[in-house]
């Protein structure tokens, strides 16, 4: 397809794609003449991910540049692409800030891991929560291994719903592409946290009703 067949199919302007190319997040067509390049799947399903990474995980040029260099790179596994689409998705940092002061890990991480039988690796999400649980001790809200197992266990059943699709798509007779492994990580994660999110607030409103419907003795 030309450039203003891939603007169409993908909803994304020509400017747009002639910008992201620029930026090296979009590889080059196949040349036709001086001015016209042959774009194909390959365009599609880039041009889809950039999308949702600008707008569902409001992802700067810089930190997509990192992600789509992990997938053009032959040498990279696609377990790298999608840990750093696993810290855009959480909007955290792959690594700590310099100048963060050292501190000891909060001690629920490691009992929450050790009882989910989960290996005990330092990753970004395992700092996130350590940050996460820093942050409910400093607002005097629990943080103990109990309450983590109350949310974690549930968790632990839908990660690996989540990788069990991912891994069909891969092992399928006609495979997800990198890219589009990325972009369902990528989507699922948000969409699905967001999932979480109304359903509990669904379940409060319901049982709050529930209650005050009932009859007081």
């Known amino acids: 397809m030309l450039l203003h067949e891939l ?6 302007s020509a400017a747009s794609i002639k910008y992201y190319r620029r930026e090296g997040l979009l590889p080059a067509g196949e040349r036709l003449t001086a001015t016209r390049q042959e774009y194909g799947p390959r365009h599609l399903e880039r041009l889809q991910l950039i999308q949702v990474l600008r707008e569902m995980a409001d992802a700067p040029i810089a930190r997509i540049r990192r992600l789509t260099a ?12 999608l840990e750093e689409a696993q810290t855009i998705a959480l909007g955290a940092d792959a690594e700590r800030p310099e100048g963060t002061t050292a501190r000891s890990e909060h001690p629920s991480v490691a009992v929450m891991l050790t009882r989910l039988g989960w290996p005990q690796v330092d990753s970004v999400p395992r700092r996130a929560l350590d940050d996460l649980l820093h942050t409910l001790d400093g607002w005097e809200m629990p943080s103990d291994p109990d309450l983590l197992m109350r949310y974690a266990e549930p968790m632990a059943e839908i990660a690996r719903g989540d990788l069990a699709y991912l891994s069909a798509g891969t092992d399928a007779a006609q ?33 709050s009703v529930q209650a005050s419907a009932t009859p007081r003795e």
């Open 7 to 12: 603007a169409t199919a993908t909803g994304c």
């Open 175 to 207: 495979p997800f592409s990198d890219d589009a492994v990325v972009l369902r990580a990528v989507a699922g994660t948000i969409a699905f946290d967001r999932l979480i999110q109304v359903l509990r607030a669904l379940g409060h409103v319901s049982l």
């Open 70 to 81: 992990l997938l053009d790179d032959p040498h990279e596994p696609l377990i790298r692409a």
